[in-house]
C-alpha cells in the first residue's frame, strides 16, 4: 500500500502467521476507542500475513513522556471515554490480554462477566498449567463471594482493558495516547485500578479523573479484585512469584468478606 498523503513512516507489528486474529481484534479495539472521540489512539491502516508472519501495520505516532498538564489531561479524557457505554457487559469479539485469549461475550451482569469471563477463566488456564492446590481452593471460596465484593451496580463502559504505563504516551503536541489495548465494556474501575498496578500515573492523571466522574465508594477492596485478574494472567504467561502474589491477594479479598 501507499503511504497517505502527509505520511512518511508507519508502525509496523510483527507475529507469528497463527495470530493474525490477534492483530485483527487490536485494530477492532483502536477503531472502536478512535470512535469514542475522547482520546487520541493510532490509526490501524492493514493486516495480513507474509511469509509466515502476522503484521498489524499502524499510523506512525512520534512519542514520548508528556508534561504534568497532559497527564492530567489524559486523566480527563480517559474519564470522557468511560462515558461511551452498552446495553451490557463484554465486546462483539473475543480479544487478548497480552498474548493470552479474552473471552468477550456479552452478558447482563457484571458479577457474572467477572466471575466467568474473567478471573474463573484464568482460574481454569492455572489448573491446566499445573498451578492446583491452594490457588485453586482460594479460587473456589474467592468465586463464592463476589456478590459480597462487588457491592455496586456499574454501567457497561468502554475501556481500554490494558492499560497500563507502558500503553501510554504523549504525541509532539503533548496529547495523551493510548494504545495495544484489549477493549471491551466493563466496570470503569477495572480500568482505573489496572493503572495503579504497575504505577507510572501520577496524582495529578487521578485527581483529573475524579474531577469529571468520582469513582463510587469501595473502590480500594474492587480494585484488588480486579487487578487479581492481571496478576493471574501473569502468572499464567511467567509463573514465578506472580502465584503466591496471587494467592496472597485472594486472602486479603476473603479476609474482607
Known sequence: MKLADGESAW??????ASRLDMFE?????????AGAGAIRVPRPLCSGRHRGQSF?????????????RAMARAGEQLAELHRHQ?????????????????????????IEFWRERRLGFQLELARRNGYGGRLQRLGEALLERFPALID???????????LWGGNL???????????DPAVYYGDREAELAMTELFGGFGGAFYEAYQAVWPLDPGYGV???LYNLYHILNHANMFGGGYVGQAQNMMERLLAEV
Request: aromatic share 8%; charged share 20%; no cysteine.
Open 25 to 33: 481484534a487490536e485494530a477492532a479495539g483502536l477503531q472502536a476507542l
Open 56 to 68: 498489524l501495520v499502524l499510523e506512525h505516532i512520534p512519542m514520548g513522556p508528556g508534561s504534568g
Open 11 to 16: 508502525f509496523v507489528k510483527l507475529n507469528d
Open 169 to 179: 504516551a504523549f504525541d509532539p503536541e503533548d496529547r495523551p495516547v493510548i494504545y
Open 152 to 162: 455496586h451496580a456499574p454501567a457497561p463502559s468502554l475501556i481500554h482493558g490494558d
Open 222 to 224: 474492587r480494585r484488588t
Open 86 to 110: 452498552a446495553e451490557a457487559f463484554g465486546w462483539h469479539r473475543d480479544n487478548t490480554i497480552g498474548s493470552t485469549p479474552q473471552p468477550n461475550d456479552w452478558m447482563t451482569e457484571w
